[in-house]
């Protein structure tokens, strides 16, 4: 299978590192959208939020325990936001499940 994800997670493609478990493996973007622009992959391959099966929910869950440890080393010490973009009109351009984690300024009030 042809992913750019899983290759980073392999370490076949290089990546800025900022955390790393058995479950998930956190990076930064490369085309960063604020000051602090990280992604948070789980090393299993999973097409995207839509796609959740109940046997990876606790891989979802796990990511969300260690995202305050993810935020607190990339200095986002005011609150962040953490997004994720599902398909076509969600504008998803990689097709493995990712958590964006925005910060280091007040972010827009806008979403869409
Ligand atoms: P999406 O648009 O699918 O929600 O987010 C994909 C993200 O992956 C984008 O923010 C994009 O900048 C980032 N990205 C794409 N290719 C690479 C890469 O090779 N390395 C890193 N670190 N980020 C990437
Ligand atoms: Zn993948």
Do not use: W
């Amino acid at each position: 299978m042809d992913c750019l994800f899983c290759a980073i997670v392999r370490g076949e493609i290089p990546s800025n590192k900022i955390y790393e478990d058995d479950v998930c493996y956190a990076f930064l973007d490369i085309n960063p959208q604020a000051p602090v622009h990280a992604l948070v992959v789980p090393k299993e391959h999973i097409p995207s939020a839509n796609e959740v099966q109940e046997a990876q929910a606790a891989t979802v869950a796990h990511i969300f325990t260690v995202l305050p440890t993810i935020a607190r080393t990339l200095g986002l010490t005011n609150g962040y936001r953490i997004v994720s973009n599902v398909g076509e009109d969600g504008c998803q351009s990689v097709k493995h499940l990712h958590f964006h984690i925005l910060g280091g300024k007040k972010l827009s009030e806008q979403m869409s």
